[in-house]
């Protein structure tokens, strides 16, 4: 693992580099099909809002997604991304009665919270559920399996990709590229104004 990571660490800098331009909505996928641009890209939106900071699209995050399933993850992890992305569509569709490409945020945010609003007891089931393999799961829940597996990756790689921006990482983390002064007991506050830190 430690060798594939170091191969393909040049890869991944340059995608986190790549979170630091402006955002792009004219931007063509790599692995992501239109429908699935046009899907994450919503789910992004609501997962990390722009507010008084920038929200995940205005660091280039779904570039940063599709450029990750593009050229580091593996087959099967591909395969069951597209097959979640499937299952979310075919479920929209048939919620709202209309293309995904049609949708609105707020039709986006309706079905999101439907899956992620749940009974303690059945959220539990759903995170035992993504911890065993596909082939493990009984054939009636593999659509739910599957949903989760995707709506799962795309808040990871939200985090992942945001918090590893530049522009997150410089300007709203604290940021100090060569520490150099030891300062102990210190609370954080004092260290960093309440905010965690980038390096």
């Known amino acids: 693992m430690g060798l594939g990571y ?3 660490m040049p890869t991944i800098l340059n995608m986190v580099s790549s979170c630091s331009s402006k ?25 990390l809002p722009a507010t008084e900071i920038p929200g995940a ?23 069951s991304f597209k097959k979640g992305a499937m299952v979310f569509a075919e479920k929209f569709k048939t919620e709202f009665n209309t293309e995904v490409l049609n949708g609105e945020k707020k039709d986006f945010e309706k079905l999101l919270e439907s899956y992620f609003n749940l ?27 599957m949903v ?3 709506l799962l990756a795309v808040r990871y790689y939200a985090l992942f990709g945001y918090c590893t921006s530049e522009e ?5 983390l604290t940021y100090d590229p060569i520490p150099g002064v030891y300062r102990g007991c210190i609370s954080v506050e004092e260290a960093s104004k309440g905010k965690a830190w980038s390096l």
Do not use: C
Request: aromatic share 10%; net charge negative; no cysteine.
């Open 57 to 79: 699209l205005a660091v280039n995050v779904p570039q940063f997604l599709d450029m990750m399933y593009a050229e580091i993850e593996e087959d099967h992890i591909k395969q």
């Open 168 to 172: 997150v990482g410089e300007n709203i």
């Open 119 to 145: 009974p303690e007891a059945e959220e539990h089931l759903v995170l035992q559920e993504q911890k065993a393999s596909v082939d493990t799961i009984d054939a009636k829940n593999t659509d739910r399996y």
């Open 6 to 8: 170091t191969v393909a």
């Open 23 to 47: 955002p792009d909505s004219t931007w063509t996928p790599l692995f992501l099909s239109d429908e699935e641009k046009y899907m994450v890209t919503q789910l992004l939106d609501i997962i």
């Open 148 to 150: 989760y597996n995707f």
